[in-house]
């Protein structure tokens, strides 16, 4: 990439109200897409992965070094916020290539949901909103891929994997598209 990416993480700004228009939430807004991949002949397993600290993650996911080391151990999707003006399709296909090395697959969706949720900063009285894009496909073979992005990836049992082990919302995503974690 040769300029720094401009991810929709939007904040709320004076603007000048025309009828019927809303602000962003002062809390702020994510538009992401997550890319939920499961082995052949498999629906118990979705690909997760931990990502590497020295992987170029603010490029390749939004993913700043403070959530990085939040995120820490737990198991995330291959995800990413949207790159400013950018669409979902494209953002999915850009998953692949970036996180995974993977040339293009057949995916389905996207599924779309709306997330709002109380706002991680208390001085703020509106709520954070996210939209996630959540498409899906099938893992050529039954081995996960393997990439300098991620230290582990695999294709994990939902059922034997606990909620705590997943990443902020990357749990609540799982849960929209009906694949909730057990624990």
Same mark, same amino acid.
């Given at each position: 990439? %040769?300029?720094?990416?401009?991810?929709?993480?939007?904040?709320?700004?004076?603007? /000048?109200?025309?009828?019927?228009?809303?602000?962003?939430?002062?809390?702020?807004?994510?538009?992401?897409?997550?890319?939920?991949?499961?082995?052949?002949?498999?629906?118990?397993?979705?690909?997760?992965?931990?990502?590497?600290? %020295?992987?170029?993650?603010?490029?390749i996911?939004?993913?700043?070094?403070?959530?990085?080391?939040?995120?820490?151990?737990?198991?995330?999707?291959?995800?990413?916020?949207l790159?400013?003006?950018?669409?979902?399709?494209?953002a999915?296909?850009?998953?692949?290539?970036?996180?995974l090395?993977?040339?293009?697959?057949?995916?389905?969706?996207?599924?779309?949901?709306?997330?709002?949720?109380?706002?991680?900063?208390?001085? %703020?009285?509106?709520?954070?909103? /996210?939209?996630?894009?959540?498409?899906?496909?099938?893992?050529?073979?039954?081995?996960?891929?393997?990439?300098?992005?991620?230290?582990?990836?695999?294709?994990?049992?939902?059922?034997?994997?606990?909620?705590?082990?997943?990443?902020?919302?990357?749990?609540?995503?799982?849960?929209?598209?009906?694949?909730?974690? %057990?624990?």
């Open positions: 990439m %040769t300029e720094e990416p401009r991810f929709a993480r939007l904040r709320r700004a004076p603007l /000048d109200k025309f009828p019927g228009a809303s602000e962003v939430p002062e809390a702020g807004m994510c538009l992401s897409v997550f890319v939920l991949l499961r082995p052949p002949g498999r629906d118990d397993a979705v690909l997760l992965g931990q990502p590497a600290e %020295t992987a170029p993650w603010w490029e996911g939004g993913v700043d070094p403070g959530r990085l080391d939040r995120i820490g151990e737990r198991w995330m999707l291959p995800s990413r916020q790159r400013l003006y950018e669409g979902p399709d494209e999915a296909k850009s998953i692949l290539r970036e996180q090395g993977s040339a293009p697959l057949a995916l389905s969706g996207p599924q779309v949901f709306s997330d709002p949720a109380d706002a991680p900063f208390p001085e %703020t009285a509106d709520r954070h909103w /996210d939209l996630h894009f959540v498409y899906s496909g099938r893992w050529p073979s039954a081995t996960a891929p393997r990439s300098p992005a991620w230290r582990r990836l695999e294709f994990l049992d939902l059922r034997r994997l606990a909620r705590a082990d997943v990443a902020r919302g990357q749990a609540d995503v799982l849960e929209l598209a009906g694949l909730s974690p %057990t624990g």
